[in-house]
């Protein structure tokens, strides 16, 4: 007797599957000597290396492709880096604008550079942690950068497109404007990354001679103001009292540059203005973006169709 067609098709139990009369497959009735009824394994789908690919290269939902975006980043930055070490060579035209500076913050009762200075280098275990700080934050910025493409993709392209105005907006300040910082053209300031520099001999003979001269504004605090303004949009909707704790960070830095000798007053005041800046510039961008892709999305024939009822009308 021949076994009809999906008769011995097995199930998850193993059990012999027969065929009805009706063509109804069903499982015979289980009874007490057959044991307790196993249990299902629930199954879950593991990526494929096509998956991994794609979220690499194309992305996924909101977030973008994560190895193209580094690549792109750093290659962003490192034009950034030579085009900052391109601009502000003048050096008789950064002594003459930090003059300028440092008469303007005296007239507003705002020198306050050469003070908090000379506090900072009577402690030399302080001197040493703020140049921990200053020559470290980089690690800073690379860690909220790279947190929030990985944990907070809905906010990654908002920030991601401030970081990219605030380097495009800083260069022609830079080009225009050179400023030598306090450590150089401030009498009595204490060149503390110097005396207690952490990255070798090398770099403090380069730091003490410099070719360029950048100090307004200051991105040290400009970045580290980029971290508070990326951590606070990632975290303002679930975590709103530490969102505003991130904050500290670029007080923190802005206290550091000062006390090191390595800015002024209104440099900060300058690094604030160009967060504010980028941001309006960024969300611009967005913006224009979404309309045009609105208006791409509009058939162009049911455009035709309204302009020939409007006609006929």
């Avoid at 490192?78 to 440092?102: E, I, K, P, S």
């Avoid at 403090?204 to 951590?231: D, I, K, Q």
Wanted: glycine letters at 8%; charged letters at 15%; aromatic letters at 8%.
């Amino acid at each position: 007797m021949s076994t009809p067609v999906g008769a011995w098709r097995g199930s998850r139990y193993g059990d012999r599957v027969t065929a009805s009369p009706l063509g109804r497959r069903h499982r015979p009735r289980r009874t007490a000597g057959d044991g307790p009824e196993p249990a299902a394994v629930p199954t879950r789908s593991q990526p494929t290396v096509r998956t991994r690919a794609g979220v690499l290269f194309r992305g996924a939902g909101e977030r973008p492709g994560v190895l193209v975006e580094l690549i792109a980043l750093v290659l962003w930055f490192v034009l950034f880096v030579r085009l900052d070490a391109a601009v502000g060579r003048d050096v008789v035209a950064a002594t003459a604008n930090a003059l300028t500076l440092q008469s303007a913050e005296h007239a507003m009762h705002l020198d306050i550079e050469r003070e908090v200075n000379g506090w900072l280098a009577g402690s030399p275990g302080w001197s040493r942690a703020a140049v921990c700080l200053y020559r470290l934050y980089y690690v800073a910025v690379a860690g909220v950068l790279l947190w929030v493409l990985l944990r907070h993709a809905g906010v990654y392209r908002k920030v991601r497109r401030t970081m990219v105005a605030m380097m495009a907006l800083v260069l022609p300040v830079y080009w225009s404007v050179p400023m030598s910082p306090p450590r150089l053209a401030l009498p009595g300031a204490a060149d503390l990354v110097a005396r207690y520099d952490i990255l070798g001999e090398a770099s403090r003979e380069s730091w003490t001679n410099p070719s360029h001269f950048t100090a307004m504004p200051s991105m040290h605090v400009g970045w580290s103001l980029w971290c508070g303004y990326a951590m606070w949009c990632a975290l303002r909707g679930a975590h709103p009292r530490a969102a505003l704790l991130v904050w500290l960070f670029p007080l923190l830095m802005a206290a550091d540059v000062l006390a090191t000798g390595n800015h002024y007053l209104l440099d900060v005041a300058g690094s604030v203005a160009l967060l504010a800046v980028s941001v309006v510039a960024a969300t611009a961008s967005r913006w224009l973006t979404a309309r045009r892709s609105i208006v791409k999305i509009i058939p162009v024939s049911s455009v035709t169709d309204r302009c020939d009822g409007d006609s006929v009308g």
